[in-house]
């Protein structure tokens, strides 16, 4: 709970702009231009991918303990004085830009090093539904978020309600941050930097932990040993060149799930306002509560489906949620340019759509951090998260010019039906490339970089087959 409350953080953050950031344009807040007021979204977002990739690389240096204090005090202070922007002039704006900038960035550095940290962490029974289910509590925080709107923001003055809405993530973010001083290092990070005694002391403290509640653990297998050594550092132009070079199917699978993902996510959550409005005549007062039905289909599917990926398997059910949401989708598209919905009825589809379409997303953060090597892991989430960012940029846009004036439905039918299509290719990709890590350690599936058994052109020449870090280890 202390790691996986950044997606709790960052659905916040974005649901609150989203109800907020439009009324800076009022006089009675800041009277900023619409221009400007546009680009608050598009500089938060920047700052999740700068994060991300700095962080990515620097968690995989320092630590991922270190790390995630960091970022969660980065987000702490950005969002904190984004509530101090006192005017609309030259200075006040670029002062609420980089407010914005410096949280995204405090979000953008959470999302690679505690993903790193959760799947060092937990057993590898329960790895997929706990990282699944961390992942979806994203829509808790939209949900809080939401529920101040309804509570606060409907009444009370624009100019407090605003400044109080950047103020709730720090609050919650400052119990966070004191209970983290407690987590400890991943024992796996510590190994690889050679700090064996401090690996040792983590895992005694963990196996107490255990010991206390479910008596004595069994003896560890030493037929499960790994010899490792020193690797040297690698930078993103390096990484990049590994990752689609000597693992193209991992990269791929890593890509694509991340990219699809994200381009329907961000195609239709930053619409289905205008399309209720434009096509049903949905009142601005009642959006709330179609985005609550909605938020909660968005958080139940990871919760409740998040154990399948460990029993029933990450290859099936991710290929499965995927395939399931696009099909989904492309009835609701039939139905929705037949006439056959109203604004209660199209909020229940995308309610059951996102069901599956979540559980399958929280699967693709899943997978881009469990299937590479733990000398990379977190520079590899960092990657697939600049490039998931990146193309999930371009869905409001396009989704926002096919509402257009809510007279054409024919032109969002067709963007339905892209989005359908993009589901279903991360699906096939998914059931093609797909890799079994449920139940097995993070060392059998992608076996460490400095491991004695890895042989990769930067490290002792020698054969390799098809996929280098698939399969087991080389035992002693």
Do not use: C
């Not at 039918?413 to 139940?439: K, N, P, R, S």
């Amino acid at each position: 709970m202390a790691l996986g409350v950044a997606w709790i953080l960052d659905g916040l953050e974005i649901q609150i702009a989203g109800i907020v950031v439009p009324t800076l344009t009022d006089k009675a807040t800041l009277g900023l231009s619409g221009t400007a007021v546009g680009a608050v979204a598009s500089v938060y977002l920047a700052g999740e991918v700068v994060g991300a990739l700095v962080f990515g690389k620097l968690s995989d240096r320092l630590g991922r303990r270190n790390l995630f204090m960091v970022t969660l005090g980065i987000y702490l202070v950005g969002s904190g004085l984004t509530a101090l922007t006192l005017g609309n002039g030259p200075g006040w704006v670029l002062f609420l830009y980089l407010t914005r900038f410096v949280a995204g960035i405090g979000i953008g550095g959470e999302y690679a090093a505690i993903n790193s940290a959760i799947d060092e962490m937990m057993p590898a029974r329960f790895r997929g539904r706990v990282d699944i289910a961390v992942n979806g509590t994203y829509w808790g925080g939209a949900l809080l978020a939401t529920f101040a709107q309804l509570l606060i923001f409907n009444n009370v003055a624009k100019d407090f309600a605003w400044r109080a809405g950047f103020l709730i993530g720090p609050v919650l973010g400052l119990v966070i941050l004191l209970i983290r001083r407690h987590l400890p290092e991943s024992p796996r990070w510590l190994m690889m930097k050679g700090r064996e005694q401090e690996a040792e002391a983590e895992i005694a403290r963990m196996e107490r932990w255990v010991e206390q509640s479910q008596g004595s653990l069994p003896p560890v297998d030493e037929s499960k040993a790994i010899e490792i050594s020193p690797t040297t550092e690698m930078g993103y132009t390096t990484l990049v060149g590994v990752l689609f070079r000597e693992m193209p199917r991992r990269a791929t699978l890593g890509a694509t799930l991340m990219i699809t993902q994200s381009f329907l996510y961000n195609a239709i959550f930053f619409t289905y306002g205008l399309v209720l409005k434009q096509f049903y005549g949905v009142g601005d007062a009642s959006l709330p509560y179609y985005f609550i039905a909605f938020a909660l289909g968005n958080l139940a599917g990871p919760l409740l489906l998040g154990h399948l990926f460990d029993t029933i398997g990450r290859r099936r059910m991710i290929s499965g949620t995927y395939l399931l949401s696009g099909v989904l989708l492309l009835v609701t598209a039939v139905l929705f340019q037949a006439g056959a919905l109203t604004a209660v009825t199209q909020t229940i589809a995308w309610s059951v759509i996102f069901f599956f379409a979540s559980a399958g997303a929280s699967a693709a953060y899943l997978t881009v951090s469990e299937i590479f090597p733990i000398e990379v892991r977190a520079k590899a989430i960092a990657v697939f998260f600049a490039i998931a960012q990146g193309f999930g940029a371009l869905g409001p846009v396009i989704y926002g010019s096919l509402v257009g004036d809510g007279k054409d439905s024919t032109r969002l039918f067709l963007g339905y039906l892209l989005g359908a299509v993009v589901m279903v290719a991360g699906g096939v990709v998914a059931a093609t490339l797909g890799v079994a890590a449920e139940g097995k350690s993070l060392e059998e599936v992608a076996t460490p970089l400095s491991a004695a058994s890895r042989l990769l052109p930067a490290y002792p020449a020698g054969p390799r087959s098809k996929d280098p870090i698939e399969g087991r280890v080389r035992l002693r």
